[in-house]
C-alpha cells in the first residue's frame, strides 16, 4: 500500500510473509514476533510520518495514511484472534482494511 505520497508503507517482511501461516505450525513465539514486528513497522511509520498532523495541512494523504495504519490494526486483530481472542475481536470489530477509522475525522 502506499502512503499518499508514492513510497511503499512497508516493505514485504518476514511478518508479512509468515502472517498467520506461523501458527500452523504450532510455534506461538514465531507468531507472536510476527505480530510485535507489524506493530514496530507501524508504530515507526507514525513516528516518521505523522498522519495525525498530515491530515491538517494535506486531508488527502493525512486520509490514505490513516486507512493504511487502520488496515495494520485489523491485520493484527486477526493476527492475535487464535492467541488472545477477547483482545483481538474489538479492535478487529472496531478496523477494517482500507477503510479510515471514523473516530480520526470528528
Known sequence: MKDGGGQ????????DKKGEFVL????????C???WEIIQKADKFVQE?????????DPG???????F????V?????MLEPVMPATARPSRSSSSPGACPKRAFR
Open 8 to 15: 511503499r508503507c512497508r516493505d514485504r517482511s518476514p511478518a
Open 74 to 78: 485489523y491485520r493484527v486483530a486477526k
Open 33 to 35: 514476533d510476527s505480530i
Open 61 to 67: 494523504k493525512g486520509k490514505e495514511q490513516i486507512k
Open 69 to 72: 495504519l487502520g488496515g495494520e
Open 49 to 57: 510520518k505523522e498522519p495525525f498532523k498530515t491530515v491538517k495541512s
Open 24 to 31: 500452523e505450525g504450532y510455534n506461538l513465539k514465531a507468531a
